[in-house]
């Protein structure tokens, strides 16, 4: 694809997702979590809240702002780490359900797409994201200190550790999946969160190798949208843990919400659906 191709198609991205900021970060959450909940409760037939297409392809509209941000950024070094990181998601998550290691003895309930070898084939397009969203709030939130790997890296590990504290839980309480021993902290034990902590660190490494942290600063800075993903994140598996009750996942999402709006990107254009600045 010539440089011309790329700009066109970046371009059309970021027209297609600005022009519907409010539906893909709100509303498509809100339905997701309305549906999911209803399936998990019997409100809404399992079959249809827990459909493997409907899912995937809900997923993969909630990501698309993000993709939108980061593909002007996406030279051959960065389709090179992300392609190693995808092939370590895998080796990690296979590991993970064969041995139980690092994250704790735990299977599927929710087939999320194709399955090989007992993973989701798709399983990139729900971890990577989670890690990307954490690495932009974490450049965005640091400014000029963002420059510093020692401060850089450890923070976005925290960050996607603050994910996982909203995610897993909500996932358990849902059926996504489940641990054979339960855990104290809303049925997930805090081996998952050490594998996390190890999972992350590579992805974040691998991220930080992919893009130039200050070439994607200015690229946030033009893009108001990307951080459109980790909205409906907080929108979704936030409405989830407030339904079953799970305080402490809820007020990780507040933490989340805070970051955000930190961030200074979600007022009036945000609602009017506004585009790409300059």
Do not use: K, Q
Not at 54 to 72: D, E, I, N, Q, S
Not at 121 to 132: D, E, K, Q
Not at 134 to 163: C, F, S
Not at 211 to 221: I, T
């Amino acid at each position: 694809m010539s440089c011309v191709d790329s700009a066109t198609l970046s371009a059309r991205l970021d027209a297609l997702v600005a022009a519907n900021r409010p539906g893909i970060a709100v509303v498509a959450p809100l339905v997701g979590a309305a549906s999911l909940v209803g399936g998990s409760l019997g409100y809404v037939p399992r079959w249809l809240a827990f459909n493997a297409v409907l899912l995937l392809c809900g997923t993969a509209m909630l990501r698309l702002p993000l993709v939108a941000a980061v593909l002007p950024e996406l030279d051959r070094r960065a389709l090179a780490a992300l392609g190693a990181l995808c092939g370590y998601t895998y080796l990690i998550e296979y590991v993970g359900v064969t041995t139980g290691w690092p994250y704790g003895a735990f299977s599927y309930g929710v087939e999320l797409g194709p399955m090989v070898a007992g993973v989701p084939l798709a399983l990139p397009l729900f971890f990577l994201p989670l890690v990307c969203n954490a690495y932009l709030l974490t450049v965005l939130l640091l400014g000029e200190r963002a420059a510093n790997p020692l401060l850089r890296l450890p923070a976005t590990v925290a960050v996607v550790l603050l994910v996982d504290c909203v995610l897993d839980p909500g996932a358990v309480a849902l059926g996504f999946w489940a641990y054979a021993e339960g855990g104290v902290y809303y049925g997930v034990p805090l081996s998952n969160f050490a594998g996390w902590v190890l999972s992350g660190s590579v992805a974040v490494v691998a991220l930080d190798v992919a893009f130039d942290h200050r070439a994607l600063r200015a690229r946030l800075d033009a893009c108001p949208f990307a951080l459109d993903d980790l909205v409906s994140f907080v929108v979704l598996w936030g409405l989830v843990n407030l339904v079953y009750a799970n305080w402490l996942p809820v007020l990780c999402t507040a933490a989340l919400v805070a970051g955000l709006l930190t961030t200074d990107r979600f007022d009036l254009a945000f609602a009017r659906g506004d585009g790409v600045d300059g």
